[in-house]
């Protein structure tokens, strides 16, 4: 009687590897701020040659996994729309990072998630159980609250930006459930060209330092490139809301990188508001990996 435990182990076996893999890429993820405050480029280089490595990195990665499959899929016009709203949020994270805090852009973009769950309920007829409504009126009580004292600080522009890139992601993330047979790889890759193209009129590439570009080839490489082939494997291998879970380690670790290197500190409305958005999220995470169960693994 002991068979129907081996098919048991391997299952385990993935679901570790890929809650390590997502967690991986959520700390790859959590550099981002600290890099974006280390090189001296303006807003517009950091983002060119951020994309610049990132494509080449992931150009190369892909194709020697997919072939020509990687950019067989730049045809269709779901696959064109999801890279625009993914190279739109791309920009916009550089240009956030340049004008508010780290803490306030990393916890805005947070939101993105409860922005998906509107516009799905909205453009896809997708229900919301009521809790989730609950979960996103308290994150956007958050929100209001860090936005409240960016004003007097100069940073709402960098704040609004955040807010622009949650929605443009949610966006793309609503094409990929409208259009499953999108690709994320090859999008992922048209998004950091289109994102490269849009940055160049404004860029000054030339003018970068060595030290500067060794860190954008981190930035692109390791951060963004590296980060998104870690989650898009682990992320198969686990629930949505356990990888939701994980990726919180973004959000937390992300300021705290700035705070201890640079000695960044995020305001009291920030500490607050952020506060208000973590609860939220932390508890609609941890209520989706116990609902299903506690209900025999139906669908919520």
């Known amino acids: 009687m002991t068979a129907p435990s081996h098919p048991a182990a391997p299952a385990s076996a993935a679901t570790r590897r890929g809650a390590l893999l997502v967690a991986c890429a959520a700390v790859c993820w959590s550099s981002g701020g600290l890099i974006a405050r280390l090189v001296s480029t303006g807003p517009w280089t950091t983002s060119l040659w951020r994309s610049v490595f990132a494509a080449l990195f992931l150009t190369l990665a892909l194709g020697a996994i997919q072939g020509r499959r990687t950019f067989a899929p730049w045809r269709r016009w779901p696959v064109l729309a999801a890279a625009a709203c993914m190279a739109l949020a791309s920009t916009c ?12 852009t990393l916890i805005l973009i ?6 998906a769950g509107v516009l799905g309920w909205l453009l ?12 996103m009126g308290v994150a956007l009580a958050g929100a209001v609250v860090m936005v409240s004292g960016s004003y007097a600080r100069g940073a709402l522009a960098g704040d609004l930006l955040a807010i622009v890139m949650a929605a ?8 990929v459930r409208r259009h499953p047979e999108i690709p994320m790889a090859s999008a992922a890759v048209l998004a950091t060209a289109l994102t490269a193209l849009v940055a160049l009129p404004m860029a000054d590439p030339l003018a970068t330092a060595a030290r500067d570009l060794a860190l954008l080839a981190f930035f692109g490489v390791g951060q963004f490139g590296a980060g998104f082939l870690l989650f898009m494997v682990g992320a198969r291998a686990i629930p949505a809301a ?4 994980i990726g919180m380690l973004e959000i937390v670790l992300g300021p705290l990188w700035v705070w201890l290197v640079l000695n960044e500190r995020p305001a ?4 607050v508001g952020g506060a208000i958005i973590l609860a939220a999220l932390l508890a609609s995470a941890v209520i989706d990996l116990v609902a299903p169960a506690a209900s025999g693994g139906e669908a919520r």
């Not at 947070?110 to 922005?115: E, F, R």
């Not at 896809?124 to 979960?135: F, I, K, Q, S, Y």
């Not at 356990?242 to 879970?245: D, R, V, Y």
């Open 268 to 271: 009291a409305a920030t500490l």
């Open 242 to 245: 356990q990888t939701s879970l």
């Open 110 to 115: 947070s939101t993105g998630p409860y922005v």
């Open 124 to 135: 896809l007829g997708e229900r919301v159980p009521p809790r989730r409504w609950l979960a």
């Open 168 to 175: 443009s992601f949610a966006t793309a993330t609503v094409l």
């Open 93 to 104: 994270f550089i240009l956030s990072l340049a004008r508010t805090s780290v803490a306030n």
